[in-house]
């Protein structure tokens, strides 16, 4: 809740060859390079780079970012524009480049073309039939998921361009689109017109949440986190006074937690992967997260069965997820694939799955039982976390209901107006090649999460029976090697 907090900076890789004393130096990056699949452009020039968001009909300026002076061992080129550093890594030619999001586990490949496209070359008004015009085409082109949800786009196009007019009001013009893309309930398509202070999350209205949020778009981003805080909020008193002789212990910016249950069994909560920092710079929301596992698996072989709760959790970076992952196993596994979107029409095609692993940690682990809590407050990256435990052994048992279902980076576009949207490009993939988009991570057993008896009553259903299936079950933990 991308990018969701999953796509909140961009960083570019590109390695470059050292010119060695008597070798010829290697290409210069300057050029305009073309991605794969995304629909953006990026002009290198000396030491600016920037980038545009483009469509078949479009381009619209995105962000710049200035060439820093450093000293990089692996031989990356690193740009700054201001919110994140851009690392960019050349390919296998001279005219191929490889771009990697700072918290993504994948690259996006770039292809250097000889011009600018026409449509870079013409300025874009702010009209109502412009903006929506970019809308739908962004739509069209860069949109993972039309077959997930048999959407027929064209048709959506035929019912909804006739009423946009110059004379339509942009108050108009955001029910228009927010009805566009409404049905996806895709929690990962948003629409923000801060001119208007509308603002548009998708969300499957399968529980109190989902429901409030597809009700309404007059809630601001503090307002729509503060309905998650409060379900966290309410879920952690039940733990502490029913299932706990202590209280949790709070680590990671109090976004972490852990503590033992009654019968010796670990219970590891975590409402997101991200945060952790009050900086939010990764490398120390990295440290401060080993920390906190480092603390919690010390002594894991005294706990009967470890239970990881994300029922509320908003996501965040793919690495954290599988850095906890590795503390749960003693051997590799992949996590997941991952594809992107990579034509403009036509039946989808995607590009070639690049693959995220589950590594073996050197740090203090826990190989015994774990059940994961899951349910439909589980977003993003608490879903990536669910698919990266699919393939861990011994295997992992799910509890609750499925997980929301949206797991793409969020890649955040521009229209001519100022107004952002959220676009999901890419698909996730289990070793079979199943995707879990739209419908999520299934549970093994179901039940109810948080039902309002449950709440009433001060008990927690899911968690019970997790308590009761590992109080059942032999169980081995073990720190590390």
């Known amino acids: ?28 990056l ?61 390919g296998s030619s001279p005219d191929a480049l490889w771009m990697r999001e700072g918290v993504s586990i994948s690259r996006i490949k770039l292809h250097r073309i000889s011009a600018q496209p026409e449509n ?34 064209a048709a959506v196009d035929r019912k909804y361009r006739p009423h946009v007019t110059p004379s339509t009001t942009p108050e108009e013009l955001f029910a228009i689109l927010r009805e566009m893309i409404l049905p996806f309930h895709n ?20 529980s109190e949440i989902g429901r409030t949020l597809q009700q309404t778009s007059a809630l601001s981003i503090s307002e729509i986190l503060g309905l998650f805080n409060r379900e966290a909020q309410r879920s952690k008193q039940i733990v502490e006074s029913k299932y706990m002789d202590d209280r949790l212990r709070s ?36 440290s401060v997260l080993d920390a906190a596992l480092d603390d919690v698996l010390t002594d894991a072989g005294r706990m009967k069965g470890l239970i990881i709760d994300v029922r509320v959790n908003t996501g965040g970076a793919d690495p954290l997820c599988l850095t906890i992952a590795s503390r749960l196993t003693d051997a590799k596994y992949l996590a997941y694939s991952k594809v992107t979107r990579n034509n403009l029409a036509g039946p989808l095609r995607l590009t070639e799955p690049q693959s995220a692993w ?9 190989l015994g039982k774990v059940v994961v809590l899951i349910g439909p407050e589980t977003i993003s990256g608490g879903e990536t976390f669910a698919m990266a435990l699919l393939g861990r052994r011994p295997r992992t048992v799910f509890i ?45 057993i179901r039940v109810p999460v948080f039902p309002g008896s449950d709440l009433e009553s001060g008990r927690d259903g899911a968690l019970e029976r997790a308590i009761q299936l590992l109080s059942s079950t032999r169980t081995r933990g073990a720190g590390s090697d």
């Open 30 to 90: 300057d050029g305009i390079w073309q991605s794969d699949g995304y629909g953006l452009l990026i002009d290198i020039q000396g030491s600016q780079l920037r980038s545009s968001q483009v469509t078949s009909i479009s381009c619209v300026p995105w962000w710049t970012a200035q060439r820093v002076e450093r000293d990089v061992s692996n031989g990356e080129v690193v740009f700054n524009r201001g919110d994140a550093e851009v690392r960019v890594t050349r």
């Open 251 to 286: 680590y990671a910016n109090d976004v972490i937690h852990f503590g033992i249950l009654k019968g010796s069994i670990g219970y590891l909560r975590i409402v997101a992967f991200d945060g952790y920092t009050k900086s939010g710079v990764f490398s120390e929301e990295t």
């Open 1 to 28: 809740m991308s990018r969701s907090r999953k796509a909140t900076a961009l960083l570019l890789s590109v390695g470059l060859l050292p010119a060695l004393s008597g070798q010829r130096a290697a290409p210069s």
């Open 187 to 206: 929690a990962h398509t948003n629409i923000n017109a801060a001119s208007i202070h509308r603002q548009y999350l998708g969300y499957r209205p399968v």
């Open 358 to 366: 589950v590594d073996v940690s050197a740090r203090p682990r826990y």
């Open 120 to 153: 870079c070359r013409r300025t874009w008004e702010n009209t109502p039939i412009t903006n929506y015009a970019v809308f739908w085409q962004t739509f069209a082109e860069q949109f993972a998921l039309f077959p997930v949800y048999r959407t027929d786009w």
């Open 400 to 444: 609750g209901e499925n997980t929301q279902g949206v797991f793409s980076d969020v890649w955040g576009r521009k229209l001519p107006n100022g107004w952002t949207f959220g676009v999901p490009t890419e698909l996730y993939l289990t070793e079979a090649g199943k995707s879990f988009d739209a419908r999520g991570v299934p549970p093994d």
